[in-house]
């Protein structure tokens, strides 16, 4: 047990006056402790874990005002409710407030009567707003949701660059920046853009009473009807759908099926968007059919399901989606539907979009992944803790893959010989190929490409005839998410060689595979 102090006192105080809470969550006090020393922190906490009081707490017992960084007003005014209703002296600044608004809470600032204020890291772009920091106390500085920092995470956010320059602006002042879905390559870009030699702390996203269930879709709607009926007749959920349209279908659907649904998206009035909302958080029945738009910040304990109509754009994104259920420790379930198109879809949206070229390639890869992660026969608690770097245990024993016994074939050879033509041709030419250019070599198949690099004299030429492209396309997919190939985003997604190929090249464990996952439509990078 740590050293009882005084701060560390008033510590606990404040966690049961204000928040009402007896004890810490895991890994709350030690991030607390760190901030309260002055040390930058990098907190990786999931879903439901109480990232908000690891901010909230230290603001309340240190001088002056903390500065949080959320990228949604509706998360802002939700945080800055929540803590009046506590009588904490909280405030938020938004693009949507009225003049006479915004110039009273900036009174409260200079008057020092604000301990917590909420902003958008675009702020930050504000010449005043800026001054008004430097002639403030800041007791903290909180960057919510700090994946945005990184072109490699999922929700990629340019504003959130804005906030690196707090690290020179105010070099005394903590920082604490928090996540519930970062992998390796994300942290490192946050502790480098944000951070100053941080602690870090993590905790483990497993969650033993969620199980996890992935299916093939047929008839999606009679499936998900089933799923909500068969299991979860009168209980809470969330379902996920990849558009507005979809998320209205559905909800109608499933309303004429007796099913108190709502709808979410941002298509929808505010109004509306408000009154699903506080139905969804009040009704202990309520399934809510949204887009993406909805569940940030969204605190409801009893969710029983997070079902996914299709596949989601990445891991990341999953995984903080099926995080919102079951946050008060009973059963809770995630269910994914989803069938080969919905990769192809996703990445037909992501080339039509106006994103930059090198984000669209980072987009279609986290999609590859998603879909290979899909498609696997292992199981899923497994696959998504090695996914974030966190070791590996014995089978939950209670996802699809560890109750059911789905074809599958040996995909071991074909492994193998994927690794082999991605390594022997870049010796070769020095250039990385993506996996289209691997599985044409594999075939035999000529093109003016294959010629002018003489890839034809590879010993791997033509030795992956007796697998479909579609099989070759799923060994992909699969080492993606093992991570035993790289990709090399400046070469339009060429694959390079990681430290975990050499185990696959010479192992002598069989890999298999899904026989479903061989049946997919052709995308343009595969």
Request: glycine letters at 6%; charged letters at 25%.
């Amino acid at each position: 047990m740590p050293k009882e102090t005084k701060v560390t006192q008033k510590c606990r105080e404040t966690l049961k006056s204000v928040f009402g809470h007896e004890d810490y969550r895991e890994g709350q006090e030690a991030i607390i402790e760190a901030l309260l020393e002055g040390r930058d922190v990098l907190a990786l906490l999931p879903t439901g874990a109480g990232k908000s009081l690891c901010f909230q707490l230290p603001a309340l017992v240190k001088d002056g005002m903390a500065v949080v960084f959320e990228p949604l007003i509706s998360l802002m005014k939700d945080q800055v409710d929540a803590l009046k209703k506590k009588n904490v002296a909280a405030a938020y600044l938004s693009s949507n407030m009225e003049w006479d608004e915004i110039s009273s809470t900036v009174e409260l600032i200079r008057d020092e009567k604000i301990k917590i204020l909420y902003v958008s890291p675009e702020r930050l772009s504000n010449p005043s707003f800026c001054r008004l920091l430097e002639d403030s106390c800041v007791s903290l500085f909180a960057y919510d949701e700090a994946h945005c920092v990184s072109s490699w995470g999922h929700d990629f956010r340019p504003e959130y660059r804005l906030l690196s320059a707090l690290k020179e602006r105010f070099p005394s002042v903590p920082r604490i920046a928090l996540t519930a879905t970062a992998d390796a390559i994300s942290s490192r870009d946050i502790c480098e853009k944000l951070l100053v030699e941080p602690y870090v702390h993590a905790v483990s996203l497993e969650r033993n009473n969620l199980r996890i269930t992935v299916v093939r879709r047929k008839r999606g709607n009679e499936q998900l009807l089933a799923f909500i009926k068969e299991k979860h007749a009168g209980e809470s959920g969330i379902v996920y759908t990849s558009s507005r349209a979809k998320a209205e279908t559905i909800c109608a659907f499933l309303a004429a099926e007796g099913i108190n649904c709502l709808c979410y998206h941002a298509g929808l009035s505010r109004e509306q968007r408000e009154l699903s909302q506080t139905r969804f958080l009040h009704e202990k029945d309520a399934v809510i059919v949204a887009t993406i738009a909805f569940g940030m910040g969204i605190d409801k304990a009893d969710v029983r399901f997070v079902a996914h109509t299709s596949l989601p754009k990445s891991i990341e994104n999953y995984v903080q989606e099926i995080g919102r259920a079951g946050r008060d420790g009973q059963k809770a379930e995630a269910w994914l539907c989803f069938s080969g198109g919905d990769a192809f879809f996703q990445k037909k949206r992501i080339a039509e979009s106006d994103a930059e070229d090198w984000y669209k390639n980072i987009s279609e890869v986290k999609q590859d992944v998603m879909q290979g992660y899909a498609e696997s026969t292992e199981c899923r608690r497994n696959l998504l803790l090695a996914y974030f770097g966190e070791e590996t245990k014995e089978a939950c024993g209670q996802c699809d893959n560890c109750l059911a016994s789905e074809k599958s074939w040996d995909a071991s050879t074909a492994v193998k010989k994927f690794l082999s033509t991605v390594w022997r041709s870049y010796e070769k030419s020095k250039l990385y190929l993506n996996a289209a250019q691997v599985i044409e070599i594999l075939h035999g198949i000529e093109t003016p490409f294959i010629w002018q690099h003489d890839f034809q004299e590879l010993s791997t030429w033509k030795i992956g005839t007796e697998f479909s492209e579609s099989q070759l396309r799923e060994v992909y997919r699969y080492l993606l998410l093992k991570e035993a190939v790289g990709v090399e985003f400046s070469s339009y997604n060429g694959l390079f060689l990681t430290d975990k190929s050499r185990r696959f090249l010479s192992s002598l464990a069989p890999v298999f595979l899904s026989e479903h996952g061989s049946g997919q439509r052709k995308s343009r990078n595969y």
